[in-house]
């Protein structure tokens, strides 16, 4: 099993002349804009997503020089969504370009977007001039001060000299630690100014510092706690897959036999088919994960920040567990839940640190039968009479059994986000791309597009919703043009489904807003844009819609018409129990 | 085959209080909230300011005030942040403040720390002695007299310059201007720059 989703080293594709040119030395710097992407070079970066315009130009300008592969999207919030769904799968910081004033705000979503999941992904914005900036110029909006508090650090680079350090560092920010987005906003002077300064190496900032390992001594106190657990729960959070930790996870629970339950941003940290696998827990997570996390003694919890999605309210959490917080970023210890034993470190560090601390390992053979109990007791299901309308869950099921276990799954934010969480079965890290922190709808067109450029080898599908899909379903030009070979599959219930849920559950079925019985027919959308289009509805055609569907060679929508009574359970009602799970409407009623 | 319906589920005793902090019978654990002084060493650059207040109101810190102001060396400026929240609080505050880039280091300091306001008090001008009587009271001066009104200085920690405030008042008060505090450890304890 790779960590990493297969970034190709070298472009496949790379033409003799393209390899020429490497070979050759390279042009000295001449200007800020080449600057700028002699550093994007120097750290690596292969692919940059964007949208051109008038203050990013002279940036556009040295890319034309330039080995890295430009893909244009058709959206700023496509870009941003792209490359922060490149950096999920390569690991690797994604890029996005966009220009001044509505570019750069196009933008934030994505960038918020990758703030909230900890992605890693570095933003260059255009700016205008120095001389305008400030004076409500064409095109002008305060980027560095709109996202600020939505990035690791927003430069404004205010010379051609130092361009490319800013870019350099930036880079390095945004990989570095606790990865995240970073922003450099580009003055247009600064870009189109004379300079022969090449950039500096990446390099953080000096008052940048990441921990590796943790305290010693805190490790073997927590190995004891741990081993004189008898409820003991592993939560594994994105922290885990983001510090390329996976494997050491799975040697920790495998060696001793500690139930793993992942966070949604998790999934993929842990094989799924395991038997010391609960899956993840949360509002929409497993009935035994919920339950696990209830009753638990003892909670090791990697790389998560404990988001009230995953914990409901926190006065009911874990409540009798000591809790071991693994964390990079100290400012997640006790932000959320209080963590009695902090381990401040690289995750994938402190597993290795904890691995030789344990003292033996915990008794709980009670408890994982417990657990196992619970799986037989609240199983994934879900109810398929025949003469219903398909069933979304049934057609994630198919899809999932008859793919690999390196196929990547991304969604957008709804119901149909759920079922691709709850019903696919997911083996490996990087695998599972989707927007947890800021569940921003139309997240998926471009993240599938994102994600199958970091992986090319690896089949991509994505699930989406109807409401999702139509946000930013101009990303399929994209699709087309570059013959991106991509699964769309629209499980498309004719609302914001998740909405509709909720008001059924809890506005006594008020659905203000919340049906689209207007939306396009998809498959023909699909087919206009040059993609191929498929219609399905009802359970005899599954297998050889999704069969067609996989076999075209480029991107593919296929508009599942499903049951739109269908709604997502186990639930936990929002700042809820999570031991109280509803499985049912009825259970609403009751907790 | 589902499992027990919600209320009939396993579950244990425990809980934890709204701050994440499990509850001991023994010992409840719960947080009042209490005054903290920040000191915080930072990169002085355009912007940074912008950035700390952000964090500050984005994260609902309940500030009380906050100066900043050169250092010896030039390119690092310090601000001085009060806060009032529960334990849990101040110690997020710190970590998030320690998390920004431009932010070289950062240190609550003790309670007994030296901690000055200044305030320029503008009152009218009928009773310029009386005024003065006041002022000596609290160690201020006047630092500026016209025909129509007199501006005193005073210094000093934020109780004495409430008082004196409270004293003025029977002068006609026109205005009034005060810093937030600026305050320092006592001893030869200092913030350092990298740590
Ligand atoms: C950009 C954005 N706007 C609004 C929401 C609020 N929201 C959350 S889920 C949801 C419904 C999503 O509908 P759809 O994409 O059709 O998926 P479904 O729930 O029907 O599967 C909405 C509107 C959101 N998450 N993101």
Sequence with gaps: ?591 | MPGPAPHDRMRPEGRRNSQGIRVDPEAEATHEPRQAVLSALVKHRPGVLAEVSGLFSRRQFNIESLTVGPTSDESIARMTILIEEPQPGIEQAKKQLQKLVPVVSVMELEPEALRRELALIKVGGEKPDDVNAVAEMYDGQAVDASTDSVTVEITGSKQKIDAAVAAFEQFDVQEIVRTGAAALERGPKTLEKHD
């Design chain 1, 1 to 591: 099993m790779s960590e990493r989703a297969s970034v190709p080293k070298e472009d496949e594709q790379s033409t003799d002349q393209d390899e020429a040119a490497a070979d050759d030395e390279q042009a000295p710097v001449t200007t800020g804009a080449q600057s700028v992407v002699r550093a994007l070079e120097n750290a690596g970066a292969e692919y940059v997503f964007g949208v051109q315009g008038g203050a990013i130009m002279p940036v556009y300008d040295a890319l034309y020089d330039s080995d890295i592969t430009h893909v244009t999207m058709a959206h700023e919030q496509g870009a941003s969504h792209a490359a922060d769904a490149y950096g999920i799968v390569s690991g690797e910081p994604g890029v996005c370009f966009a220009t001044s004033g509505p570019g750069a705000t196009n933008l934030v979503t994505g960038i918020a977007d990758a703030n909230m999941d900890s992605d890693p992904l570095i933003a260059l914005t255009g700016q205008v001039p120095t001389e305008f900036v400030g004076n409500d110029a064409f095109q002008e909006t305060d980027t560095v001060g709109i996202t600020q508090p939505v990035t690791k650090e927003s430069y404004f680079a205010s010379h051609s000299d130092t361009v490319g350090d800013d870019v350099s560092e930036a880079f390095a920010l945004a990989d570095a630690g606790r990865q995240g987005p970073t922003l450099v906003d580009l003055p247009k002077d600064v870009t189109q100014g004379e300079t022969d300064v090449e950039p500096k190496a990446p390099e953080t900032p000096d008052t940048y510092e990441v921990p590796e390992e943790a305290d010693d001594e805190a490790v073997q106190e927590a190995a004891e706690v741990i081993s004189d657990a008898e409820r003991p729960v592993i939560l594994a959070g994105g922290g885990v897959i983001k510090a390329n930790a996976s494997n050491a996870l799975r040697e920790f629970a495998m060696e001793y036999e500690v139930p793993v339950i992942t966070t949604m941003p998790g999934i993929g940290s842990f094989p799924e088919d395991h038997e010391l696998s609960l899956e993840w827990a949360g509002m929409h997570g497993t009935g035994y994960a919920n339950l696990a996390i209830t009753n638990t003694d003892c909670m090791l919890a990697i790389g998560t920040r404990f988001d009230d999605r995953l914990t409901g309210g926190v006065d009911s959490f874990a409540p009798d567990a000591d809790i071991v917080h693994v964390d990079i970023d100290p400012a997640e210890i006790s932000k959320n839940v209080y963590a009695d034993y902090p381990l401040i470190g690289d995750a994938r560090e402190v597993l290795r640190q904890l691995f030789d601390a344990m003292p033996r390992a915990p008794d709980a053979d009670e408890w994982r039968e417990q657990c196992q109990t619970w799986k037989q007791e609240y199983p994934m299901s879900y109810e398929m009479p025949d003469d219903e309308p398909l069933k979304p869950q049934y057609v994630v099921e198919h899809f999932s059994a008859v793919t690999d276990e390196d196929t990547i799954v991304c969604t957008g934010v709804g119901q149909h986000q759920m079922w691709a969480s709850q019903f696919w079965e997911y083996t490996e890290p990087r695998t599972w791309v989707s927007s947890h922190g800021l569940g921003t709808m139309g997240y998926g067109v471009p993240a599938a597009i994102g994600a199958k450029l970091a992986a090319p080898d690896q089949e991509v599908v994505c699930f989406d919703g109807d409401g999702s899909f139509l946000m930013t379903v101009q990303g399929l030009s994209v699709a087309v043009r570059e013959q991106l070979d991509i699964t769309y599959v629209i499980l498309n219930n004719e609302a914001v489904g998740m909405v509709r849920q909720w008001q059924d559950g809890f506005y006594e079925g008020r659905r203000m807003a919340s049906e689209y019985p207007w939306i396009p027919q998809f498959d023909k959308l699909a087919e206009a844009f040059g993609a191929a289009g498929f219609r399905l509805e009802d359970y005899e055609n599954v297998e050889e819609t999704i069969a067609a569907a996989r076999e075209y060679d480029g991107p593919s929508v296929i508009d599942a018409h499903i049951d739109p009574g269908e709604n997502v359970f186990p639930m936990v009602p929002s700042g809820g129990d999570n031991g109280l799970f509803a499985l049912n409407e009825d259970h609403l009623d009751e907790i």
